[in-house]
């Protein structure tokens, strides 16, 4: 893993701004703390800082090529599991290899294949291409959207970076937001609007988008969406397909050079991962390193919910033994939970899902000790149906965003001139329409099918988004990579067309995955009710954060929040008993007033001007 960043200029000799390169490659210095590199042409500049996994040595970037004369130049960000096909393809072509890299695999499926190249690989990613004899830029992400990279355009430059900060660096390119900034914060934070960096002039290619940029402009084009056809396969063949696919996903994702761990929550999903993964290092005489993230006093405070019904320590000790691994527990205190709401800001250049950021921050920062690669769980939910909102046939018929259905709510918060500018409501309303509209569904499937087909495009696209841009900022701000197993998009596409009935096997939540993968974990694991990311239960982050608000904002006339938040709104949260959930299952009171936090930090910190 790495980070990336560069510009294309046919008007300014670039070479002479090498110091705004520099800049641009220290803010990214945490995601690749092991090598760093420039490449400086007249007319591009391409950045890399590395995180060192695959072929250490021969893997520096940003990385050359020659053919026919032409040399093609690449900064790319990501593992490629497929590697050893695509190497093979290309040498069957004549294709020489200096390095066992993915990065050299990637920049010669180029060289060959263009454009097309993006249909060959399996991993996740985004890189960019300069070619030197055309002067044209190629750039693309991988189909989920696992690695980020954003852009944005000025004065006629192309400006790029794997995050936010390294776009701001290079000093062209001013932190302003808008009406739409605003909109994006105070209505659909701590998820984005897909393509949107928040910040004003500021965007992301999307998901499965490649784009060119050359003297003619600026080209996108998107390669890859989920696609419903007439399934076939009987429930016995589904259920060996799905056991498959996700144990050649994990697998596929062991590779690396480097010490590799996992996640291990007690879960279904970390418990599978961690399972398949132990299995496939004790046949090579390794022992797999687990770790689990837990809370000072949580168990003192836990109380049963709907969405909580069970702690996770019990069920990780199950696991733990089951697997035989070395395991270790990070414990978090309160205070270091709100210091960190402010580091996190600083990894995602956002507002985030407030401590869920802090905790995983903070977490990633002890599995750093322990290894370079990290396995996760996220997206198992959103591919096999296992939220809530899934589930519950009242929820999932509702209009909206199941998990943000609170728009009035968050409306109250904006002052009366810039409420008077945004109707929340139609803003929220329109993204939810065109995504559903999207979703594509074969003829002939019954309703629940085909309202199940929106759901899991809804979550794709915009609930997945949120929990992937965390675990990409808050572990590579540690100089951690996590892979994600279930991102696998052969899986994603699999499961889009598989029927409703399937997946809720036992009428159970993702009972399809439990039946797939029943030999893999213990009963008391395997058929453990779903519960989400572990969080604080102690009353001390109520109180902590409330003081912060009150001592940091409150107590400052001159916060920047209040250029678009009502001071009312937030003393009234910190005297309301109602909880009113701001975004998803794990941000209740304690979170809304931790996001306020942030977004006051983040106008701050990054000194951003508003402009109504």
Request: a neutral charge; glycine letters at 6%.
């Amino acid at each position: 893993m790495c980070g990336i960043a560069g510009e294309v200029s046919y008007t300014v000799a670039l070479q002479n701004r090498e110091n705004d390169f520099l800049k641009m490659q220290k803010v990214l210095a945490p995601r690749g703390p092991d090598q760093k590199g420039i490449y400086l042409s007249p007319h591009a500049a391409l950045v890399h800082r590395r995180l060192a996994v695959i072929d250490i040595e021969g893997g520096r970037q940003p990385m050359q090529a020659v053919c026919g004369g032409n040399t093609f130049v690449i900064v790319y960000n990501g593992e490629l599991y497929n590697t050893d096909e695509v190497r093979g393809a290309l040498k069957s072509q004549g294709v020489d290899f200096d390095t066992h890299s993915d990065t050299e695999v990637v920049l010669k499926a180029f060289i060959a294949w263009g454009e097309d190249c993006v249909h060959r690989l399996n991993g996740i990613f985004a890189f960019a291409i300069w070619d030197t004899r055309n002067e044209r830029l190629f750039a693309a992400r991988d189909r989920i959207g696992v690695k980020p990279f954003f852009y944005a355009l000025h004065d006629g430059n192309f400006i790029f970076g794997s995050e936010i900060k390294a776009i701001l660096a290079g000093g062209e390119v001013k932190p302003v937001a808008n009406l739409c900034s605003i909109a994006e914060i105070m209505f659909m934070g701590p998820g984005r609007t897909p393509g949107c960096g928040v910040f004003a002039g500021i965007h992301e290619l999307k998901p499965a988008e490649y784009l060119y940029f050359d003297r003619d402009g600026l080209r996108i084009k998107h390669y890859w969406s989920l696609k419903d056809q007439t399934f076939t396969d009987s429930f016995a063949q589904c259920v060996e397909k799905t056991r498959f696919l996700v144990t050649d996903a994990i697998e596929r994702q062991l590779v690396a050079d480097v010490p590799v761990c996992t996640f291990l929550s007690g879960g279904l999903d970390s418990s599978i991962i961690s399972s398949v993964a132990s299995r496939y290092l004790r046949k090579r005489g390794e022992r797999l390193r687990t770790l689990s993230v837990d809370y000072r006093d949580n168990d003192k405070y836990f109380k049963k919910s709907k969405f909580q019904p069970n702690s996770d320590p019990a069920y990780i000790k199950i696991m733990a033994e089951y697997l035989g691994s070395a395991h270790k527990t990070i414990l978090l205190d309160t205070p270091e939970l709100v210091n960190a709401l402010y580091s996190a800001v600083d990894a995602r250049d956002l507002p985030g899902m407030a401590d869920v950021d802090a905790s995983l921050l903070l977490f990633c920062s002890s599995i750093k000790e322990v290894g370079t690669v990290a396995l996760s769980g996220e997206c198992a939910d959103e591919i096999f149906g296992g939220y809530p909102w899934y589930r519950d046939p009242e929820i999932r018929a509702r209009f909206g965003f199941p998990w943000a259905q609170t728009t009035p709510y968050r409306q109250s918060f904006l002052t009366d001139e810039v409420s008077a500018l945004i109707d929340g409501e139609t803003y929220v309303n329109n993204r939810y329409t065109a995504t559903i509209n999207a979703a594509h569904k074969a003829d002939g499937i019954s309703a629940t099918d085909a309202r199940m087909k929106e759901m899991m495009r809804l979550n794709f696209d915009w609930f997945m988004q949120t929990l992937l841009d965390r675990k990409d900022r808050m572990s590579m701000a540690n100089g951690l990579e996590v892979r994600v197993p279930f991102c696998d998009y052969r899986i994603a596409e699999y499961l889009y067309t598989v029927p409703w009935a399937f997946k809720d096997y036992r009428q159970y939540e993702k009972g399809l995955l439990r039946e797939a993968m029943k030999d893999y974990l213990p009963e008391e694991v395997l058929w453990r009710k779903k519960s989400p990311y572990p969080k604080t239960h102690n009353p001390a982050y109520l109180a902590a954060v409330s003081k912060e608000l009150q001592d940091k904002v409150l107590a400052d006339d001159h916060a920047p929040i209040f250029r678009f938040v009502k001071r009312a709104a937030l003393e009234r949260l910190l005297t309301d008993d109602r909880a009113v959930p701001w975004y998803g299952q794990l941000m209740n009171t304690p979170q809304t007033i931790a996001y306020m936090l942030m977004v006051n930090y983040w106008l701050k910190k990054y000194k951003v001007e508003v402009v109504l």
